[in-house]
């Protein structure tokens, strides 16, 4: 392959991962057997970005592995109903064209385990997305670290990825054990706990005991929090996760540290503005059909006037549209987007000034770009809806 007998885009490519294996001191190549590739948004890539990825598909490279992509920056088909700028939109759509060049599923989720992307545990896979490699590592029990756009590229076209890292058991033991001190009741609670969990350990694995019984929902926001405010990959819960019970004896004599109902109260300050008139948006990580349904018993009659946005994948929008539920939001005056976020999107552009979220994630992003933000449960953010 490095002889160019592939393609010369596979030469390149196993070339990034040979250099990246050496820096980390891996010992040799491991094949993967999916990866799941992020840097999909033309607001991201930019010109130079999108330039790359052309010449990677003119060049050759093709996914000889299962490769979804991340979020893009709009939703492909109800782009000029989210008011996305034209020449924003041309660009976005060459992107995915080259995805598609590369034999790439043009997914554009954060979520792809919710539509059928799920990798088996203990199975060595390549995936970027904070969020999503913190579920495959800590939920499913894959191994990946957290790669980047270029190197799940990489994976996805040679198959392989260098051996170091979250790849070998040794650094899959925790390093702080996380007390929870009372119970987690929503799934904000649980992405506060996340957040407060990544500032307080950056990189640390936790280990967390008193998790409760946490949803899938919950699940998908403490990940996504963890690797927000830290560079959390992979966490443990006590009687939750799939490799805490062989993790149980590397407890002994690690720091411990207590989280409890004022360390979340004092998080949510942290990113709550006092608002005038916010756009409330929901699915940070993509909205599962069970969130859906939530927000659709909740809307039911009112009257949003496009104030509320929810983001989902297409497989889970599909579902929802089937269960009516999609239908009763718009009805409301909500609207649902499929391929994109609050984050990805151009939504400055777009003239957002204003948002109100449940997920820490999405507030902290939104907060970077300048935006005055509010965090709240599903339940208060949509408790005054007019109807
Ligand atoms: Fe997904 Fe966008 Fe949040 S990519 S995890 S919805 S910031």
Redesign the pocket.
């Known amino acids: 392959m490095l002889a160019g007998e592939d393609s010369p885009a596979a030469a390149k490519l196993l070339e990034l991962l040979v250099a990246l294996g050496e820096v980390f001191g891996a010992e040799r190549l491991v094949t993967v057997e999916s990866a799941h590739i992020s840097g999909v948004s033309y607001k991201n890539l930019g010109e130079a970005g999108l330039e790359w990825l052309e010449e990677q598909a003119d060049l050759g490279a093709r996914a000889r592995i299962r490769a979804t992509l991340?979020?893009a920056g709009m939703d492909m088909d109800l782009w000029r109903e989210m008011g996305v700028p034209e020449e924003f939109a041309e660009g976005q759509r060459r992107v995915i064209e080259a995805f598609e060049m590369m034999d790439v599923e043009p997914t554009c989720t954060?979520?792809p385990y919710l539509i059928g992307h799920i990798p088996k545990f203990g199975s060595q896979v390549a995936w970027a997305?904070s969020?999503a490699v913190c579920f495959s590592n800590s939920v499913l029990g894959a191994r990946t670290n957290r790669e980047s756009g270029p190197t799940t590229i990489a994976s996805a076209v040679t198959g392989l990825a260098a051996l170091y890292g979250y790849r070998l058991d040794e650094n899959r033991r925790p390093g702080v054990i996380v007390d929870v001190e009372e119970v987690l009741m929503t799934t904000m609670d649980y992405s506060a706990l996340g957040y407060i969990t990544g500032r307080r350990l950056g990189t640390t694995v936790p280990y967390f005991r008193r998790l409760g019984r946490p949803s899938l929902e919950a699940l998908k926001a403490l990940g996504?929090a963890c690797a927000t405010s830290g560079g959390i990959a992979l966490w443990h819960g006590e009687g939750v996760t799939p490799e805490a019970g062989v993790m149980e004896e590397h407890l002994a004599g690690l720091e411990k540290i207590v989280v409890g109902r004022g360390d979340i109260e004092e998080a949510a300050a942290w990113l709550t503005r006092p608002l005038n008139d916010p756009v409330t948006v929901l699915?940070?990580?993509?909205s599962t059909l069970g969130e859906l349904r939530e927000i659709a018993g909740l809307v039911k009659g009112g009257d949003l006037e496009g104030s509320l946005w929810v983001?989902t994948s297409r497989g889970v929008y599909a579902e929802a549209v089937e269960a009516g539920y999609v239908g009763v939001i718009e009805e409301a005056g909500g609207r649902v987007y499929r391929d994109t976020?609050?984050?990805?999107a151009p939504v400055r552009e777009m003239g957002w000034r204003e948002v109100a979220t449940n997920?820490f994630?999405?507030a902290h992003?939104m907060a970077n770009m300048g935006l005055e933000t509010r965090i709240g449960t599903i339940r208060e953010l949509l408790s005054e809806v007019p109807g």
Request: charged letters at 10%.
């Open positions: 991340n979020p954060c979520t997305e969020s996504a699915g940070c990580p993509h983001f976020c609050m984050v990805v997920s994630k999405a992003y």
